[in-house]
Nanobody, 119 residues
Framework: QVQLVESGGGLVQAGGSLRLSCAASGSIYSINTMGWYRQAPGKQRELVAA?????STNYADSVKGRFTISRAKNTVYLQMNSLKPEDTAVYYCNARLSTRWGTPMSDYWGQGTQVTVSS
């Protein structure tokens, strides 16, 4: 079993900051990419930021320069600065990992954490 446990969401005023954390645990052999997605009401889930095991990062254009993703072993963080009301969404942690040597990578998801930015 693999678990992704998120923390750090909440309510913040526009211009404020929040830091999300996501810890992966359980039967993990190796993790390739970890990332954050978000889904606002009535919209599709979208990639916010991702980081590979080698440290390469990828950001959505809408968050470049404001959000920073980082990773320490099996934990991924998302530092969110200069938050805007349009950043309001449920944020989901994602990990692409394998549970045993020789098995293909699969996607695992956290339960989601609400981020609300008031204007």
């Amino acid at each position: 079993q693999v678990q992704l446990v998120e923390s750090g969401g909440g309510l913040v005023q526009a211009g404020g900051s929040l830091r999300l954390s996501c810890a992966a645990s359980g039967s993990i052999y190796s993790i390739n990419t970890m990332g954050w997605y978000r889904q606002a009401p009535g919209k599709q889930r979208e990639l916010v930021a991702a980081i590979t095991s080698a440290g390469s990062t990828n950001y959505a254009d809408s968050v470049k320069g404001r959000f920073t993703i980082s990773r320490a072993k099996n934990t991924v963080y998302l530092q969110m600065n200069s938050l805007k009301p349009e950043d309001t969404a449920v944020y989901y942690c994602n990990a692409r990992l394998s549970t045993r040597w020789g098995t293909p990578m699969s996607d695992y998801w956290g339960q989601g954490t609400q981020v609300t930015v008031s204007s």
